[in-house]
């Protein structure tokens, strides 16, 4: 049996300008962190000739074609399994559609898992790629390549999405006392609204692609707003950090109408009469975690508590996509 895991993800600068419809225009930056919430894969020869898949569905197929699962499917292909004598399943500490990023996580888990399968050790860089291969590329989704990457590399890590479709990735340059703070005080609590990504991103794409002047003016904002991030965090400015985490979602919420809601408006005004420097709803937005930067993250975690919200603790994780069992 082959275990995998991937870890999700939290954006802390830059996040909707990894997007091609953006990135092969203008360039695209942006800082995001691997947290110690992890999609885990498990893939094991049977005896049985037929392929079984365990996700929230349960398959049995007589061949790669049959799958539903989409991102299953075109991972076989791509990898070209032909045996039907394969079981795979899926679990993960957080559910889909919260904003962590769980479509790349779950991507590059599976990418790697079926890689082992084949006794084929494949690096960081192009698993990721290969990951975006099928997200983007094949099943033509509309999302950013920052889930696929930070998953496949970990840590705290800076992307420059390049115009020719390059992908530079390096470590956030933190001190170890930078490092303990930032992970200390930033507080994720999960609103209780799932929703889907797509619906959201593709509003964006569609107008980047047809020139919105307004949707491009809002991306260099935030790409601007990533370096500006990064500077903070590599200079140890923890609360100039929480600042512009605030500045990023005021302005990402003129992005779509459907990036909040009156609720999550309510829960964000109170934390920041609360404790808060800063926050703002991970990923594409319209549900998932709300996160903050605390300064008194005692009053902060009490107030959003009583208010109802569910906090989730974290770690951040510097392994990435890896192979638990082989």
Sequence with gaps: MIITRSPLRISLGGGGTDLPSYYRRFGG???????????YITVHRTFVQELIVKYSKLERVKSVDEIEHPIIRESLRLLKFESPFIEIASMADIPAGTGLGSSGSFTTALLKALHAYQKNPIRQDPLAAQACQIELDILQEPIGKQDQYIAAYGGITCFEFGRD???????????????YNLEDNLLLFFTGFARSASSILKDQDD????????MLENLHFIKELGLQS?????????????RLMDVHWQRKKQRSGAMSNPQINTWYDLAMANGAVGGKLI?????????????????LRHTLRKAGLQEVRFRFDFEGTKVLVQ
Excluded: C, R
Aim: negative net charge; without cysteine.
């Design 165 to 179: 479709d390059s992908v530079k990735a390096w470590p956030l340059k933190v001190s170890e006392e930078t490092l």
């Design 207 to 214: 107008k980047s692609k047809t020139n919105n002047l307004d």
């Design 29 to 39: 930056f942006l800082v995001a962190a691997a947290i110690d919430k992890f999609v």
């Design 230 to 242: 990064k500077t903070a965090l590599e200079a140890g400015d923890l609360l100039e950090f929480g």
């Design 283 to 299: 990923g594409a937005g319209g549900g998932g975690f709300l996160m903050f930067y605390a300064q008194d993250k005692a009053q």
